[in-house]
């Protein structure tokens, strides 16, 4: 049986339709692209394990998609528990999907962990019918005090380096001492307001 030095547990969150489902898939077909990944221990509908090496630390990276159920609003804590890290998508070409992210936001809030570290990722941003702007994006991503990233499963741009980011901050924060002081590396986000918007998506 093969020994890690982590296993991580990562979820996709995000509205029906952003492209969870194609960035697990692209994180599978796309893998020989990355040097510190080294092979798909298992891959089936919503649920892939990656083996990588980051630091030459050997990590089993446990990724889960939400196979639709938030199409009905029906996520609950059990999808949130355990996750150590998460990967918020919106649609670059889909306004609603970026007006929803508070929403995701509030649903973190409520199921998972505060200190969980997230990317925000913008997907579809090779599309030519942008309505989401990269600077939005970043906006958002600063004011909820996480890191932006745009991605396009269709041609790995920027797929596995989104993996390997993810990744990185959970052992990161895994790894750290909790004599240490907060680091800003450390992904929390704790300045969103839960009722209402406080944020400008214009």
């Known amino acids: 049986m093969e020994s890690y030095d982590y296993t991580i547990k990562v979820i996709l969150l995000g509205d029906y339709g952003v492209g969870k489902t194609k960035l697990l898939d692209s994180f599978v077909r796309f893998q020989d692209s990355s040097p510190s990944c080294c092979c798909v221990?298992?891959?089936?509908?919503?649920?892939?394990?990656?083996?990588?090496?980051?630091?030459?630390?050997?990590?089993?990276?446990?990724?889960?998609?939400?196979?639709?159920?938030?199409?009905?609003?029906?996520?609950?804590?059990?999808?949130?528990?355990?996750?150590?890290?998460?990967?918020?998508?919106?649609?670059?070409?889909?306004?609603?999907?970026?007006?929803?992210?508070?929403?995701?936001?509030?649903?973190?809030?409520?199921?998972?962990?505060?200190?969980?570290?997230?990317?925000?990722?913008?997907?579809?941003?090779?599309?030519?019918?942008?309505?989401?702007?990269?600077?939005?994006?970043?906006?958002?991503?600063?004011?909820?005090?996480?890191?932006?990233?745009?991605?396009?499963?269709?041609?790995?741009h920027n797929v596995m380096s989104l993996l390997e980011d993810v990744v990185d901050l959970v052992v990161a924060k895994l790894s750290k001492s909790p004599y240490d002081e907060p680091s800003t590396t450390t992904l929390l986000y704790t300045n969103r307001q839960t009722k209402g918007k406080s944020w400008c998506n214009c």
């Open 41 to 156: 221990i298992r891959h089936h509908h919503g649920y892939a394990e990656i083996q990588l090496q980051r630091d030459k630390r050997n990590i089993l990276v446990k990724l889960i998609d939400t196979e639709g159920q938030e199409r009905y609003r029906s996520l609950t804590s059990s999808y949130y528990r355990g996750a150590n890290g998460c990967i918020l998508m919106y649609d670059v070409t889909a306004e609603t999907t970026f007006e929803n992210l508070h929403n995701w936001f509030d649903d973190m809030n409520n199921y998972g962990s505060h200190e969980m570290p997230v990317i925000l990722a913008g997907s579809r941003c090779l599309a030519d019918d942008r309505v989401v702007s990269r600077e939005r994006g970043e906006k958002f991503a600063e004011h909820m005090h996480v890191p932006h990233v745009e991605v396009d499963s269709a041609s790995n």
